[in-house]
Each structure stands twice: as structure tokens, then as C-alpha cells.
């Protein structure tokens, strides 16, 4: 795992699901990710035609969207909080996405409070759009104990 990563999300392996985040700037940050052919998904999604869930394109942008906004210190819920999805909007999916792929996230973000972050991402595999959304992210702390 990548240390700079390390230090920009808490969400570890089997659930880290970026790589590099190769810009990030006040409009826009874009991180990449190669979907092995290990991932733990692929074993039962489908097993004779193995693809990247849905959900897990999704979670791709929106953790692509918090190591950017680290990254330009803008994270909002202080340096070890955590973000979590509170809402999923204008999800669209065009295009399969399979074992060995990279994907590249693009990332707008649209605001950020101390609470609150919403952004809005596109995920490409080179040139193809494979997936679109808007989400929003509470901030916090994890809880003690």
C-alpha cells in the first residue's frame, strides 16, 4: 500500500480501493485504482464473468473524493476523522468494469462544512465512461473504545 494513501484514508485493504492520487486541486481531483484480478469481490460477482460491483465504483469515487480533499487539507471533521455516506444521488452506470482495468476518478467538489462534504465524480477506464454519481459524506470522529 502506497504510504501517502495511508496517511490520506483510513479504510484499509480488503476495503481500499485507490491506488494514487495523481492531482488535487481546488476544482477537481483525480486518483486511480487498478482492480486486480485478487479482489475479494471477484470471486462471487461473477465467478464465470467477473465484474466490479456497482457499489464498489461508487466507493471508489467517494474514497478518490476524501484522499483529494486531505490532500489539500480541506478534509472537514479534523485530520483523523472519518467520512461516511450519508446519501447517494444521479448514480449511473455505463460501462463494465473488469478484473485488471485502472480506473481513473474525477472528482468535483461541491462543498465542505466542518460536517458535511458533497461531491460529484465520474469514473473513466481510459477514455469510457464506466460510472457517475453524487454523494454525500458526513465527517467525524470515530468513537472511543
Excluded: N
Aim: hydrophobic content about 40%; charged content about 30%.
Amino acid at each position: 500500500m502506497d504510504r501517502e494513501i495511508e496517511k490520506l484514508l483510513p479504510h484499509r485493504e480488503p476495503f481500499l480501493f485507490v491506488d494514487e492520487v495523481v492531482s488535487a486541486e481546488e476544482g477537481k481531483i483525480v486518483a486511480r485504482h487498478v482492480f486486480t484480478e485478487e479482489e475479494f469481490f471477484f470471486k462471487g460477482h461473477f465467478p464465470q464473468y467477473p465484474v466490479v460491483p456497482g457499489v464498489i465504483l461508487v466507493e471508489t469515487m467517494a474514497q478518490s473524493g476524501g484522499a483529494g480533499l486531505r490532500k489539500l487539507g480541506k478534509s472537514g471533521g479534523g485530520a483523523a476523522g472519518l467520512f461516511f455516506l450519508a446519501s447517494v444521488d444521479k448514480v449511473k452506470f455505463r460501462r463494465q468494469v473488469r478484473p485488471g482495468e485502472e480506473v481513473r476518478s474525477e472528482i468535483t467538489t461541491l462543498r465542505v462544512s466542518e460536517r458535511t462534504i458533497k461531491q460529484a465524480g465520474k469514473a473513466y477506464v481510459g477514455d469510457e465512461l464506466a460510472a457517475e454519481a453524487e454523494w454525500l459524506c458526513l465527517a467525524g470522529e470515530a468513537p472511543a473504545g
